[in-house]
T-cell receptor, first 114, second 117 residues
């Protein structure tokens, strides 16, 4: 039973570029949440997707957008990258339909913006 | 506002010592969920435990135990007879929803535990 998988593992971009990160949820899960974790900090919630719609959003600018596909996988897009966007981006999946609010995390994508 | 505070930034112990990681939370909700996660150097957050605010019974799982006290808004985590493999960053988190329908997790700053042989 595969857990949450994220790709790529590492990414280096320059300021102003755009990036797309991908996440496949744990088998059977229907909800995907994205978090940003700066070095030495706790993860910060970006947004959550359920039934292909953004269900909840944290305090992040519109440069951060996402999408959920019919197979429940998800993408996180960040436009006009800033140096401050350098962080570990974590994806988590859960199963809302069964009232399971435990979020299971992937290993993350480490984004470096130069 | 909801908030989680882990006052201990770093803890260093010698193998076989017991260690307690503190977590204090703030919420106005009467029902809520609390979590502990472990983050080894690989980066993946590993789920350890979930506790509902209605259930104040303390829990023991092997060398791990959790002490939940609503009166002091604390949810502390103890590792008994620590091992080198316990070295990681540990996060306490609060769900912003009092039901079981998901919602975002609000994390503390984390406590980095180093267990030396």
């Amino acid at each position: 039973d595969a857990g949450v998988t994220q790709s790529p593992t590492h990414l280096i971009k320059t300021r102003g570029q755009q990036v797309t990160l991908r996440c496949s949820p744990k088998s059977g899960h229907d909800t995907v949440s994205w978090y940003q974790q700066a070095l030495g900090q706790g993860p910060q919630f970006i947004f959550q997707y359920y039934e292909e719609e953004e269900r909840q959003r944290g305090n992040f600018p519109d440069r951060f957008s996402g999408h959920q596909f019919p197979n429940y996988s998800s993408e996180l897009n960040v436009n006009a990258l800033l140096l401050g966007d350098s962080a570990l981006y974590l994806c988590a999946s859960s199963l809302i339909q069964r009232g399971e609010n435990i979020q299971y995390f992937g290993a993350g994508t480490r984004l470096s913006v130069l | 506002a909801q908030k989680v505070t882990q006052a201990q930034t770093e803890i260093s112990v010698v193998e076989k010592e017991d260690v307690t990681l503190d977590c204090v939370y703030e919420t106005r909700d009467t029902t809520y969920y609390l979590f502990w996660y472990k983050q080894p150097p690989s980066g993946e957050l590993v789920f350890l435990i979930r506790r509902n605010s209605f259930d104040e019974q303390n829990e023991i799982s092997g060398r791990y135990s959790w002490n939940f006290q609503k009166s002091t808004s604390s949810f502390n985590f103890t590792i008994t007879a620590s091992q080198v493999v316990d070295s990681a960053v540990y996060f306490c988190a609060l769900s912003d929803r009092g039901d079981n329908q998901g919602g975002k997790l609000i994390f503390g700053q984390g406590t980095e535990l180093s267990v030396k042989p």
